[in-house]
Protein backbone atom coordinates (compact mmCIF):
# COMPACT_ATOMS: atom_id res chain seq x y z
CA UNK A 1 0.00 0.00 0.00
CA UNK A 2 1.53 3.12 -1.38
CA UNK A 3 1.57 5.66 1.65
CA UNK A 4 0.82 9.14 -0.60
CA UNK A 5 -0.94 8.37 -3.62
CA UNK A 6 -0.77 10.94 -6.34
CA UNK A 7 -3.26 11.20 -8.90
CA UNK A 8 -3.78 11.35 -11.91
CA UNK A 9 -0.66 9.16 -12.87
CA UNK A 10 -0.43 10.96 -16.33
CA UNK A 11 -1.44 14.05 -17.55
CA UNK A 12 -1.12 15.29 -21.27
CA UNK A 13 -2.84 19.07 -22.29
CA UNK A 14 -2.45 21.73 -24.36
CA UNK A 15 -0.51 25.17 -23.56
CA UNK A 16 -2.74 27.15 -21.56
CA UNK A 17 -4.95 25.00 -19.87
CA UNK A 18 -5.18 25.25 -16.24
CA UNK A 19 -4.70 21.65 -14.23
CA UNK A 20 -5.11 20.17 -10.37
CA UNK A 21 -2.86 17.43 -9.13
CA UNK A 22 -3.70 15.74 -5.98
CA UNK A 23 -1.91 13.99 -3.21
CA UNK A 24 -3.72 11.70 -0.53
CA UNK A 25 -2.64 9.75 2.56
CA UNK A 26 -4.61 8.45 5.51
CA UNK A 27 -1.61 9.69 7.95
CA UNK A 28 -1.31 12.88 9.04
CA UNK A 29 2.33 14.46 8.46
CA UNK A 30 4.19 16.99 10.19
CA UNK A 31 5.30 19.00 6.44
CA UNK A 32 4.58 17.83 3.23
CA UNK A 33 6.38 18.97 0.18
CA UNK A 34 6.07 19.33 -3.95
CA UNK A 35 9.19 18.62 -5.87
CA UNK A 36 9.43 18.66 -9.95
CA UNK A 37 11.87 16.16 -11.58
CA UNK A 38 12.72 16.46 -15.01
CA UNK A 39 14.28 13.57 -17.07
CA UNK A 40 17.98 12.87 -16.22
CA UNK A 41 17.73 15.20 -13.16
CA UNK A 42 17.01 14.96 -9.79
CA UNK A 43 13.75 16.53 -8.05
CA UNK A 44 13.88 19.79 -7.57
CA UNK A 45 11.99 20.99 -4.48
CA UNK A 46 9.42 23.60 -5.12
CA UNK A 47 7.22 24.20 -1.71
CA UNK A 48 6.93 23.20 1.57
CA UNK A 49 3.64 23.26 3.55
CA UNK A 50 3.30 22.98 7.03
CA UNK A 51 0.05 24.39 8.64
CA UNK A 52 -3.10 22.60 7.70
CA UNK A 53 -4.99 24.90 5.61
CA UNK A 54 -2.15 26.66 4.25
CA UNK A 55 -2.47 27.63 0.82
CA UNK A 56 1.19 29.06 -0.79
CA UNK A 57 1.44 30.71 -4.58
CA UNK A 58 4.74 30.47 -6.13
CA UNK A 59 3.91 32.50 -9.79
CA UNK A 60 1.30 30.45 -11.97
CA UNK A 61 1.34 26.98 -9.43
CA UNK A 62 -0.65 27.28 -5.94
CA UNK A 63 -0.25 24.79 -3.53
CA UNK A 64 -3.06 24.23 -1.03
CA UNK A 65 -2.41 21.80 2.71
CA UNK A 66 -5.24 20.18 3.42
CA UNK A 67 -7.05 20.98 7.27
CA UNK A 68 -6.30 17.75 8.47
CA UNK A 69 -2.57 17.70 7.56
CA UNK A 70 -3.37 14.38 5.09
CA UNK A 71 -3.68 15.59 2.10
CA UNK A 72 -2.56 18.06 -0.57
CA UNK A 73 -2.91 19.30 -4.34
CA UNK A 74 -0.90 21.66 -6.51
CA UNK A 75 -3.14 23.76 -9.19
CA UNK A 76 -1.12 25.17 -12.57
CA UNK A 77 -2.32 27.88 -14.14
CA UNK A 78 -2.09 28.50 -17.90
CA UNK A 79 0.73 26.05 -18.12
CA UNK A 80 3.32 26.17 -20.65
CA UNK A 81 5.59 23.91 -22.11
CA UNK A 82 8.16 24.37 -19.30
CA UNK A 83 6.17 22.57 -16.79
CA UNK A 84 6.00 19.31 -18.15
CA UNK A 85 7.96 17.29 -15.76
CA UNK A 86 7.03 14.49 -13.29
CA UNK A 87 5.35 16.57 -10.25
CA UNK A 88 6.15 14.62 -6.92
CA UNK A 89 4.76 15.05 -3.18
CA UNK A 90 6.75 14.07 -0.26
CA UNK A 91 5.97 13.87 3.12
CA UNK A 92 7.95 13.94 6.68
CA UNK A 93 6.51 11.83 9.05
CA UNK A 94 9.28 12.43 12.17
CA UNK A 95 9.79 16.22 12.89
CA UNK A 96 13.38 15.28 14.06
CA UNK A 97 14.68 14.64 10.89
CA UNK A 98 13.69 14.87 7.38
CA UNK A 99 13.55 11.28 5.69
CA UNK A 100 11.06 11.94 2.71
CA UNK A 101 8.31 9.50 1.85
CA UNK A 102 7.18 10.10 -1.67
CA UNK A 103 4.26 9.50 -4.20
CA UNK A 104 4.87 8.07 -7.17
CA UNK A 105 4.13 10.85 -9.22
CA UNK A 106 2.35 13.02 -11.95
CA UNK A 107 3.94 13.22 -15.15
CA UNK A 108 2.83 16.22 -16.75
CA UNK A 109 3.05 16.94 -20.70
CA UNK A 110 2.37 20.55 -21.88
CA UNK A 111 2.24 20.56 -25.34
CA UNK A 112 2.30 23.88 -27.18
CA UNK B 1 27.98 27.32 -5.22
CA UNK B 2 28.28 23.90 -6.30
CA UNK B 3 25.78 21.50 -5.73
CA UNK B 4 25.49 17.94 -5.09
CA UNK B 5 26.88 15.38 -7.59
CA UNK B 6 27.01 12.08 -8.17
CA UNK B 7 29.39 9.74 -9.90
CA UNK B 8 29.26 7.99 -12.54
CA UNK B 9 26.23 9.47 -13.97
CA UNK B 10 25.44 5.78 -15.82
CA UNK B 11 26.70 2.64 -14.55
CA UNK B 12 26.61 -0.81 -16.29
CA UNK B 13 27.36 -3.91 -14.64
CA UNK B 14 26.86 -7.73 -14.95
CA UNK B 15 25.05 -9.66 -12.17
CA UNK B 16 26.86 -10.86 -9.13
CA UNK B 17 29.38 -7.72 -9.60
CA UNK B 18 30.18 -5.55 -6.79
CA UNK B 19 29.69 -1.32 -7.42
CA UNK B 20 30.54 1.86 -6.00
CA UNK B 21 28.44 4.66 -6.08
CA UNK B 22 29.82 8.21 -4.91
CA UNK B 23 28.32 10.94 -3.64
CA UNK B 24 29.87 14.74 -3.07
CA UNK B 25 27.46 16.79 -0.80
CA UNK B 26 27.23 20.43 -0.41
CA UNK B 27 29.77 21.83 1.31
CA UNK B 28 28.81 22.21 4.90
CA UNK B 29 25.93 20.24 4.89
CA UNK B 30 25.98 18.04 7.41
CA UNK B 31 23.04 15.23 6.72
CA UNK B 32 23.26 13.24 3.70
CA UNK B 33 20.54 11.34 2.22
CA UNK B 34 20.78 8.11 -0.25
CA UNK B 35 17.21 7.06 -2.08
CA UNK B 36 16.62 4.58 -4.75
CA UNK B 37 14.11 5.00 -7.74
CA UNK B 38 12.63 2.74 -9.91
CA UNK B 39 11.16 3.13 -13.26
CA UNK B 40 7.75 4.52 -12.62
CA UNK B 41 8.20 5.30 -9.17
CA UNK B 42 9.23 8.10 -6.75
CA UNK B 43 12.10 7.84 -4.91
CA UNK B 44 12.36 5.34 -1.70
CA UNK B 45 14.44 6.02 1.32
CA UNK B 46 17.58 4.07 1.93
CA UNK B 47 20.08 5.53 4.48
CA UNK B 48 20.69 8.82 6.32
CA UNK B 49 23.65 10.60 7.69
CA UNK B 50 23.94 12.98 10.07
CA UNK B 51 27.82 13.84 10.19
CA UNK B 52 29.91 10.25 9.91
CA UNK B 53 27.39 8.04 11.69
CA UNK B 54 24.13 6.35 9.69
CA UNK B 55 21.31 7.59 11.66
CA UNK B 56 18.78 5.85 9.77
CA UNK B 57 19.37 2.34 7.61
CA UNK B 58 16.08 1.55 8.07
CA UNK B 59 15.59 1.43 4.09
CA UNK B 60 18.25 -0.36 2.94
CA UNK B 61 16.61 -3.29 1.24
CA UNK B 62 19.43 -6.09 2.28
CA UNK B 63 22.57 -6.96 3.33
CA UNK B 64 24.10 -6.69 0.11
CA UNK B 65 23.80 -2.92 0.24
CA UNK B 66 25.83 -0.60 2.66
CA UNK B 67 27.10 3.01 2.93
CA UNK B 68 30.19 4.58 4.43
CA UNK B 69 30.51 8.49 5.23
CA UNK B 70 33.92 8.59 6.67
CA UNK B 71 34.87 12.14 7.13
CA UNK B 72 31.20 13.45 7.54
CA UNK B 73 31.31 14.98 3.48
CA UNK B 74 31.26 12.38 0.79
CA UNK B 75 29.55 9.55 1.02
CA UNK B 76 29.73 5.75 -0.94
CA UNK B 77 26.68 3.71 -1.41
CA UNK B 78 28.00 -0.34 -1.95
CA UNK B 79 26.34 -2.94 -4.02
CA UNK B 80 27.43 -6.46 -3.33
CA UNK B 81 26.74 -9.40 -5.89
CA UNK B 82 24.40 -6.92 -7.97
CA UNK B 83 20.93 -8.33 -9.43
CA UNK B 84 18.89 -7.31 -11.92
CA UNK B 85 15.82 -6.03 -9.50
CA UNK B 86 18.73 -3.24 -8.32
CA UNK B 87 18.40 -1.61 -11.54
CA UNK B 88 17.26 2.26 -10.74
CA UNK B 89 18.51 5.55 -10.62
CA UNK B 90 19.91 6.21 -7.46
CA UNK B 91 19.72 9.78 -5.55
CA UNK B 92 21.57 11.81 -2.97
CA UNK B 93 20.52 14.47 -1.27
CA UNK B 94 22.38 16.84 1.39
CA UNK B 95 20.82 19.56 3.55
CA UNK B 96 22.57 21.49 6.26
CA UNK B 97 21.29 19.81 8.83
CA UNK B 98 18.77 17.18 10.35
CA UNK B 99 15.88 19.07 9.05
CA UNK B 100 16.70 21.37 6.57
CA UNK B 101 15.42 21.51 2.71
CA UNK B 102 17.18 18.54 1.09
CA UNK B 103 19.16 19.25 -2.53
CA UNK B 104 19.23 16.02 -4.87
CA UNK B 105 21.87 15.39 -7.02
CA UNK B 106 21.36 14.15 -10.50
CA UNK B 107 21.54 10.23 -10.00
CA UNK B 108 23.73 7.59 -11.16
CA UNK B 109 21.52 5.15 -13.32
CA UNK B 110 22.39 1.72 -12.35
CA UNK B 111 22.01 -1.01 -14.89
CA UNK B 112 22.19 -4.55 -14.27
CA UNK B 113 22.49 -6.93 -16.99
Known sequence: TQLLEQSP??????????LTVYCNSSSVFSSLQWYRQEPGEGPVLLVT???????KKLKRLTFQFGDARKDSSLHITAAQPGDTGLYLCAATMNSGYSTLTFGKGTMLLVSP | GAGVSQTPSNKVTEK???VELRCDPISGH???????????????????????GAADDSGLPND?????????SVSTLKIQ????GDSAVYLCASSVDRTGTQYFGPGTRLLVL
Not at chain 1, 9 to 18: A, K, R, V
Open chain 2, 30 to 52: TALYWYRQSLGQGPEFLIYFQGT
Open chain 2, 64 to 72: RFFAVRPEG
Open chain 1, 9 to 18: QFLSIQEGEN
Open chain 2, 81 to 84: RTER
Open chain 1, 49 to 55: VVTGGEV
Open chain 2, 16 to 18: GKY
